[in-house]
C-alpha cells in the first residue's frame, strides 16, 4: 500500500513547477474516502508565491470529495528522505491525526514512516477558534 502511495508521489514529483529551486517535490495522500490525491510543488517569479507539494496535494484532496489524510508519502528528487517542511506539517496536521503515516521517501521507495506526532509535536491546536 505504502508502495503504490510512493509511485504516486513520484509521478506528482514529475509534474513539479520548480524553475528556480530546481528542486523538485511529489505528495500523495490516501484520503478517507480511499482515493489518492496528489501534488508537486509549483513556484512563481515573485518566490514567496510558489507553494510546496503537499498543498497542492491537500487542495486536490478537498476539491475531490476527500476530507481526512489517512497516509500520505512525500518525496524531493534531490534529497533522500525529505520531510514536509515545517508550514506543511501544520497544514498536513489539519487533515490528519496523532498516528496518522508520513512516508518519506528515496527514488527506490518508502524508507522511513513517521508519525504525525513525531513530525509535529506540540502542533498550534486550540479550542478558542471554533
Ligand atoms: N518544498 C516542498 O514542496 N515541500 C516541502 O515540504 C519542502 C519544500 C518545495 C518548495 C520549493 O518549491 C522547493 O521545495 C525548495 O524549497
Not at 41 to 63: D, K, L, R, V
Not at 79 to 96: D, N, S, V, Y
Not at 101 to 128: H, N, S, W
Request: hydrophobic share 40%.
Amino acid at each position: 500500500m505504502s508502495h503504490e502511495l510512493f509511485e504516486a508521489a513520484r509521478e506528482a514529483m514529475a509534474r513539479a513547477y520548480a524553475p528556480y529551486s530546481k528542486f523538485p517535490v511529489g505528495a500523495a495522500i490516501r484520503a478517507d474516502d480511499g482515493s489518492v490525491y496528489v501534488g508537486a510543488n509549483i513556484e512563481n517569479i515573485s518566490f514567496p508565491q510558489g507553494w510546496c507539494a503537499e498543498p497542492t496535494a491537500i487542495g486536490a484532496m478537498i476539491m475531490g470529495g476527500g476530507s481526512r489524510i489517512e497516509e500520505i508519502a512525500v518525496i524531493a528528487e534531490k534529497l533522500p528522505l525529505c520531510t514536509p517542511c515545517g508550514g506543511c506539517r501544520q497544514k498536513i496536521a489539519e487533515f490528519a491525526s496523532a498516528d496518522t503515516r508520513i512516508y518519506l521517501c528515496d527514488d527506490q521507495g518508502v524508507q522511513k514512516t513517521v508519525t504525525m506526532a513525531e513530525l509535529l509535536p506540540y502542533a498550534f491546536e486550540t479550542d478558542v477558534i471554533g
